[in-house]
C-alpha cells in the first residue's frame, strides 16, 4: 500500500459521500414528480411519449400490474436485441462485415438476456463478433433501459415502506422515462463529452491501418465509443465497446477518466440510499443503509489492496520488483496497466463487483486468490454493497427485512421496519428472492463442474467460430487455469452471471451453446425472479397501516443498525457460499504461499 | 399483460431511436467539432502516413527503440484481439513456461513465455547481473494488451542497450526518458509512466532537430 494509492482511495471515498445527498434529494424530486430545474426543457417532450404510450402519470399500478408492465418491457427489448444482433449482416454500419456466423443463435440469445437484464456478461470478443450498429442500437440501448428499469424497481420497493393503506406502488412507465430522460440523459452528455477529451474515440470512420514505427501494423479499430463507455459505467452496465473492456486505453485512457468512471458506478446506486430516506421521510434511514454499505465495502478494499501489493511470492522469487516507485514489496502487475498501478485497479476491481456493474481495467483472473476472493465475494452477497442502480437498493433492503425478522427472533418481539409489521409474507419474499440467487449459481457451477455432456452432443460445447471446430467438454470444463483456481472460475461465471453483474474470471471459454444458454437463464432467472417476490414484497407493505413506534420498537436508523445489517449481509451472503470459497480461492491461497503451481 | 405490450412496443422503438441512433450521432457531432484529434482516435503521423495512436501501444522489437511491456492481444499489440493472459498466480505456465522452438526453428505454438522466461531475456537484453530486479511492469502481460506505457524505471534500465545500439551517450537517452515521463495526472492520480511510441519518436528525432510528430491534445 502507498500514500498515493490510499490518497485516491480517501478522495474516492469523499466524492461519492459528497455527490450521495445532492443527487439523492434531486431523484427524490424526480420520481415523486416534483418540479427540477430540467422540468421546463424536458417536461413537455415527457408528456408527448406518456401521449404515445397512452398512460396517464396518475394512473397508479398494484405490484401485480408494476410487474406485468416490467415483464413485458423487458422482453420486447431482448427480442429486438436478439433480431438485430442476427441480422446485423443486413444491416448497415457494419465495417468489418460482421454477419450471424459471428452472432449464432446461442450467443444471441445469451447477449440479449444479458443485456436486457443489465448484467453485460459478454462471451464474445466485441470487436470480432458485433457491428458498429449492434453496439449503438442493440446493445446501447439496453444500457439505458435495463438501468432505468433497474431504478423503477427500486422506488417501487421504497414506495411500498413509503405509502400506507396504498394498493398501487406507482407507475412503471413513468418511473422507467423520468429515470432516462430527467436523471441519466443529462449526465451521460457531458460525461461522454469528458472521455473524448481525454482520448476516447467517438467517430463512424473506418478503422485504420497503421503502418508501425518498427515494421509492425495496426488495424486500429474506433467507433461511437465514448457515448457507449458514459452509460456502460452510470448504469453499472459494464458491457465494453472492445474485449478488454475499461483496459484497453480506447475505453479509459487515461488515470483520470479511470477515476471518474470508479465515481459514476457507484453515484446513483450510493445516491438511491439517500432517495429512499427522503422517500420514507427520514433521511437517517437511508444514512444507516448506506453506512452498511460503506462498511463493507471498505473491509473488502483493504483486502484486495492488501493482497495485489503483497503479489505472489513466486513472482518474488524471480526477483521481479514492483514497479511502483513507493512501495517495498512486489505488487501483482500480470493483467494491470501501467497507468494505473495497484491501488487504482484494486479499487475499480472492488467497486465493480461491489455494485452490479461488472466493467473492468485489470483482469481479475490474474489476481491473487484474495484480491480475487474479494471481488468473488462481493458479487455472493447479491451486490448489494451499493449495488447495481436500482437493484442495491432493492437487494439491501431485501437483506433489511431479514436482518429485522431475525432481531426480532433475538428478542422476542415481532419484527418492524419503518412503521410496518414485517409478517410472514415479507419474509418468505425476501428469503425466495435470496434463495433462488444461492440455488441458481450454486446448480449451474456444480453441473458445469460435471459437465453432463455425452460424446454425441459434442457440439454442445464447441466454441463459436472456432475453425477447425473446438469441442471442448468435460475433461477441461473450458476453463483456463488448472486446480483449484479452475473451479474458481466456474463459481464466478455463474455468481456474476446470476447477480447480474458480467464481470468474469475470463481465462474460462464460455462462448459455447452450453454456456451461452445456460449463462442466459441464470441471468434471467437473478433478475426476474429476484424482481418479482420483492415487488410482491412491496405491494403487500404499501397496503399495511403504520404502527406506532413503542419502547421496544428496534431503532433502523442507528449505526447498531447499519452494525447488524452488514452483519446479516456477510453471514448470509458469506456462510451460503463458504464451502464453494474455501474449495476455489481459500485452497488457491494456501497453494500459493506455498509456491505451488499446476 | 397484452395491455402492456402497446407501452411495451412503443417504449422500446421511442428510446432505440432516441438512445440508439440520435444521441450518439449528436454527441458524435459535438465530439469532432470540439476534440476532432481523440475522436478520431488519437492517430500520430509521421511523413503523412499513420504510423498509430498516441494512446494504443505497439510492437517494437529492434535494440535501439524502448520495448513495451509483453503482450497477450493476438501475436502481440493486436487492437483487434485486446484482452490480458487470465493465467492465474498458481499457473505453471503463467510461472514457468519456457519459450520453446520447433526443430526447424518455427515457433513452437504451444509455447508460452512464463514470467520466469521474461525475466531471464529482459536481464540478457540489457546486461542485467541475475540478481538484478526486473521490474514489474516488464515481465508480466497488461490487461488490454495494448498498454501504452512502460514505468520509468523499466525505461531508464533500457537505455544502456539503447545508447549503444544508436551509438549514442547514455545520458542523451536518459534525457528523453525525463522529458517523456508523465507524472501522475493532476499530481493525484494513476501512475508515473513513459509513452513508449512518444519516446521512440523522439529517439528518432535525435540529433536531426527536426521536430517529431508528438501526439497532441491528450488533454493533460
Not at chain 1, 517495498?328 to 495497484?342: C, L, Q
Request: a neutral charge.
Amino acid at each position: 500500500m502507498t500514500g498515493h494509492g490510499i490518497l485516491e482511495i480517501v478522495l474516492f471515498c469523499l466524492t461519492v459521500t459528497a455527490l450521495t445527498k445532492p443527487l439523492g434529494v434531486y431523484m427524490h424530486r424526480v420520481f415523486e414528480g416534483q418540479p427540477t430545474a430540467l422540468s421546463r426543457a424536458i417536461g413537455p417532450v415527457e408528456r408527448v411519449i406518456y401521449r404515445l404510450l397512452g398512460v396517464r402519470e396518475s394512473d397508479d399500478m398494484r405490484w401485480t400490474q408494476y410487474s406485468f408492465a416490467l415483464l413485458a418491457f423487458s422482453a420486447v427489448g431482448m427480442l429486438l436485441t436478439y433480431v438485430l444482433l442476427r441480422l446485423q449482416g443486413a444491416l448497415p454500419l457494419n465495417p468489418r462485415g460482421f454477419g450471424g456466423g459471428q452472432m449464432p443463435p446461442d450467443l444471441a440469445f445469451g447477449t440479449a438476456a444479458s443485456f436486457a437484464t443489465n448484467t453485460n456478461w459478454q462471451s464474445y470478443v466485441p470487436e470480432a463478433s458485433v457491428s458498429t450498429l449492434s453496439n449503438m442500437l442493440a446493445l446501447t440501448v439496453q444500457n439505458w433501459t435495463s438501468a432505468a428499469a433497474g431504478m423503477a424497481v427500486a422506488v417501487a420497493v421504497c414506495r411500498g415502506f413509503a405509502r400506507h393503506g396504498s394498493a398501487g406502488i406507482g407507475n412503471f412507465w413513468v418511473d422507467l422515462i423520468r429515470a432516462c430522460l430527467y436523471i441519466l440523459l443529462p449526465i451521460c452528455i457531458p460525461y461522454a463529452l469528458f472521455l473524448v477529451w481525454q482520448g476516447v474515440p467517438q467517430t463512424f470512420a473506418a478503422p485504420v491501418v497503421a503502418a508501425g514505427l518498427d515494421g509492425s501494423r495496426q488495424t486500429l479499430l474506433t467507433g461511437p465509443v465514448a457515448s457507449q463507455e458514459a452509460i456502460k459505467m452510470l448504469g453499472t452496465n459494464g458491457g465494453g465497446f472492445f474485449n478488454a473492456n475499461s483496459a484497453h486505453p480506447f475505453e479509459n485512457p487515461t488515470p483520470l477518466t479511470n477515476f471518474v468512471q470508479i465515481v459514476s458506478i457507484f453515484a446513483i446506486p450510493a445516491a438511491l440510499t439517500c432517495t429512499f430516506g427522503r422517500m420514507v421521510g427520514n433521511p437517517r434511514q437511508g444514512w444507516a443503509i448506506f453506512g452498511a454499505m460503506a462498511a463493507l465495502f471498505l473491509c473488502g478494499l483493504a483486502v484486495c489492496y492488501q493482497a495485489e501489493t503483497a503479489g505472489v511470492p513466486a513472482v518474488r522469487d524471480i526477483r521481479v520488483a514492483a514497479f511502483e516507485d513507493d512501495a517495498p514489496g512486489a505488487g501483482n502487475m500480470e493483467g494491470k496497466e501501467v497507468r494505473f498501478g495497484i491501488a487504482p485497479s484494486a479499487l475499480f476491481a472492488t467497486v465493480t463487483t461491489a455494485a452490479s456493474c461488472g466493467a473492468v481495467n485489470s483482469m481479475h483472473d490474474s489476481y491473487t486468490p484474495l484480491g480475487g476472493m474479494v471481488a468473488l465475494l462481493n458479487i455472493l452477497c447479491d451486490e448489494t454493497v451499493f449495488g447495481g442502480v436500482g437493484a442495491g437498493l432493492f437487494g439491501m433492503l431485501m437483506y433489511a427485512i431479514v436482518a429485522v425478522f431475525i432481531a426480532g427472533l433475538m428478542v422476542g418481539r415481532t419484527p418492524e421496519y419503518l412503521g410496518k409489521k414485517i409478517g410472514k409474507y415479507e419474509v418468505r419474499m425476501a428469503i425466495l428472492a435470496l434463495l433462488i440467487l444461492f440455488a441458481t449459481a450454486a446448480s449451474w457451477t456444480a453441473l458445469a463442474c460435471t459437465m453432463p455432456i455425452p460424446p454425441s452432443a459434442a457440439a454442445l460445447n464447441r466454441v463459436n467460430g472456432s475453425s477447425p471446430a473446438l469441442d471442448l467438454g468435460g475433461a477441461s470444463n473450458n476453463v483456463g487455469n488448472p486446480g483449484a483456481h479452475g473451479f474458481s472460475e466456474l463459481l464466478y461465471a455463474y455468481a456474476s452471471q446470476t447477480g447480474n453483474n458480467g464481470s468474469a474470471f475470463a481465462g474460462l471459454t464460455a462462448n459455447t451453446p452450453y454456456y451461452n444458454l445456460t449463462g442466459g437463464i441464470a441471468m434471467l432467472v437473478g433478475r426476474f425472479l429476484m424482481i418479482i417476490p420483492l415487488l410482491a414484497m412491496s405491494g403487500s407493505l404499501a397496503r399495511k397501516q403504520p404502527t406506532p413506534a413503542s419502547a421496544g420498537s428496534l431503532a433502523t436508523d442507528t449505526p447498531t443498525f447499519a452494525f447488524l445489517l452488514a452483519g446479516v449481509v456477510l453471514v448470509v451472503g458469506a456462510l451460503e457460499y463458504f464451502p464453494a470459497l474455501a474449495l476455489g480461492p481459500i485452497a488457491e491461497n494456501l497453494q500459493m504461499l506455498a509456491r505451488q503451481a499446476f | 399483460m397484452i395491455r402492456h405490450l402497446r407501452p411495451a412496443l412503443v417504449t422500446v422503438l421511442i428510446l432505440s431511436a432516441l438512445f440508439g441512433l440520435v444521441l450518439p450521432t449528436a454527441i458524435t457531432g459535438a465530439a469532432l467539432f470540439l476534440f476532432p484529434h481523440q475522436a478520431g482516435g488519437s492517430l500520430v503521423q509521421l511523413g503523412g502516413r499513420v504510423i498509430g495512436s498516441g494512446v494504443i501501444g505497439q510492437t517494437f522489437a529492434s535494440p535501439g527503440y524502448f520495448h513495451p511491456r509483453p503482450s497477450a492481444a493476438g501475436a502481440g499489440y493486436d487492437p483487434l484481439a485486446s484482452g490480458g493472459t487470465n493465467l492465474g498466480p498458481t499457473n505453471a505456465k503463467l510461472l514457468r513456461g519456457r519459450h520453446r522452438d520447433h526443430a526447424g526453428g518455427a515457433p513452437d505454438p504451444g509455447d508460452f513465455d512464463g514470467i520466469g522466461d521474461l525475466a531471464a531475456s529482459y536481464r540478457a537484453e540489457n546486461q542485467l547481473a541475475a540478481t538484478d530486479l526486473a521490474p514489474a511492469d516488464a515481465v508480466t502481460r497488461s490487461a488490454s494488451g495494448l498498454d501504452p506505457h512502460i514505468s520509468p524505471r523499466n525505461a531508464i534500465l533500457q537505455a544502456a542497450r539503447i545508447a549503444r545500439a544508436r551509438r549514442v551517450s547514455v545520458a542523451s537517452v536518459r534525457d528523453i526518458i525525463d522529458q517523456n515521463t508523465e507524472g501522475r495526472q493532476w499530481g493525484i492520480f494513476g501512475q508515473p509512466r513513459v509513452n513508449v511510441l512518444r519516446a521512440n519518436l523522439a529517439l528518432d528525432g535525435m540529433g536531426s532537430g527536426q521536430a517529431t510528430a508528438h501526439p497532441t491534445g491528450t488533454g493533460r
